[in-house]
């Protein structure tokens, strides 16, 4: 039986839209079904964001045109998960195609291949479909027995109050405890799990142990808001919804809950998606818009979806004491969110100068490094010893 074929996913860099238009054709004539992201010239700042959200399986890149911004490009990239490059060496001579090569794998990355135009790149393109298609059948085992025997679990950082320094919350972060690999990072699994369409079954999972955990954490005396992160895309199924709110109301404690709307896909807005967003704050979770600025977000989610607190990302926070334009985004977001009498979370927040801008901008919650990497249960637990925790009626 041949193995299920993917949509392949193509990040072209480079100005060459006749050679773009070339191989798509030629993907098309050979079956080869496939998706693309583009950044032209000079347009590499968001290369780090749109490779997180769009996680090509390919980067093929134009040297002639693009080799000025390869440095750039490397050095906005995470290392982890990132698709090998194909380097198009059109018009690009012998010492630039060597130099490319070798700063791109001293940096960490791979490069599958050379090749003289885009013509080329259709069979390789199809023929990596083809090995992906085989490598999946495995990892898509292997995932799914990670997710029913526990192996994929929460790691809790805590959310805390911007001006008294007491921790309000916590977000429950995935991480994969491999028997042989040791501890994987999200961004070591997640996006296999997306492609593999495992993430309803890895939420609830992770919602069974919140629930779980927090009645440990309740029983020590610590009574905390947990957070979870859930993709719109989860909560346009009813079934879906119902079972979510099933598995926390039986704590018979919704507002000790929240769920945070990922932004790696749109909030489309639909009847079923605005009908269970709404139960879901009806009921007493909270509901937290997560990463705001970046991704898919946007500002008609402000007005579309009924959510409790705007969590800013990290990009713009961690950024804000060195770059004005940083500090501009993140005190109008800010501003908006109290305008709109919501309260706000600033993510990433790793020096004391970052939280002194943030408590002048009257940002209500912050969370980073500053306080506290993400922890598994019993190491949380530790870490809140001699902490202040904040009476749960004051975080919703």
């Known amino acids: 039986m041949n193995p299920r074929l993917i949509k392949q996913r193509i990040l072209v860099i480079g100005n060459d839209a006749r050679g773009v238009q070339a191989l798509q ?9 496939a998706s693309y992201a583009f950044i032209s010239c000079g347009h590499t700042y968001a290369m780090g964001r749109l490779v997180e959200n769009f996680v090509p399986h390919v980067i093929i890149f134009h040297l002639h045109e693009a080799g000025r911004d390869l440095i750039e490009i490397l050095r906005e990239l995470p290392t982890d998960n990132v698709a090998p490059f194909i380097f198009v060496s059109e018009h690009a001579d012998d010492s630039t195609i060597k130099a490319a090569i070798s700063f791109t794998e001293n940096e960490g990355f791979s490069v599958a291949a050379v090749i003289d135009s885009f013509d080329d790149a259709s069979e390789l393109v199809s023929t990596q479909q083809r090995a992906i298609a085989e490598s999946d059948k495995s990892i898509e085992e292997e995932l799914k027995h990670a997710i029913q025997n526990g192996q994929i679990i929460p790691y809790y950082q805590p959310i805390v109050e911007a001006r008294s320094g007491r921790v309000l919350g916590i977000e429950a972060l995935a991480r994969w405890e491999h028997p042989s690999d040791g501890t994987r990072t999200p961004a070591q699994f997640l996006p296999m799990t997306e492609r593999l369409g495992l993430m309803d079954d890895l939420t609830v999972k992770m919602a069974e ?45 919704l507002d000790a809950f929240a769920f945070e709307l990922t932004e790696t896909e749109p909030i489309v807005q639909s009847r079923p998606l605005s009908e269970n967003l709404a139960e879901i704050r009806l009921s007493g979770f909270g509901l937290y ?16 979806t009924p959510f409790s607190e705007l969590k800013i990302d990290r990009r713009f926070v961690s950024n804000m004491v060195e770059d004005q334009n940083s500090a501009v985004i993140v005190d109008g977001a ?17 020096t004391d100068g970052a939280l ?12 980073g490094f500053l306080f506290s990497k993400p922890l598994r249960k019993d190491g949380f637990t530790q870490w809140m010893k001699g ?3 904040v009476p749960k009626e004051n975080r919703h």
Do not use: W, Y
């Open 209 to 253: 142990q919140v629930v779980t955990d927090q009645r440990d954490f309740r029983d020590t005396g610590f009574e905390l808001v947990a957070s979870l992160n859930v993709a719109p895309s989860m909560l346009r199924s009813a079934t879906n919804a119902i079972n979510l709110r099933a598995t926390f109301r039986q704590e018979k404690l």
């Open 25 to 33: 054709c030629a993907l098309e004539a050979n079956g080869t079904e």
């Open 334 to 350: 800010i501003k908006i969110a109290q305008a709109m009498e919501r309260r706000t979370c600033a993510e990433g927040v790793e």
């Open 289 to 304: 818009l997560d990463d705001f600025g970046t991704g898919h977000s946007s500002l008609s989610a402000l007005l579309d």
């Open 387 to 389: 902490r202040s925790v």
């Open 356 to 367: 002194d801008r943030l408590n002048d901008m009257h940002c209500d919650h912050v969370q």
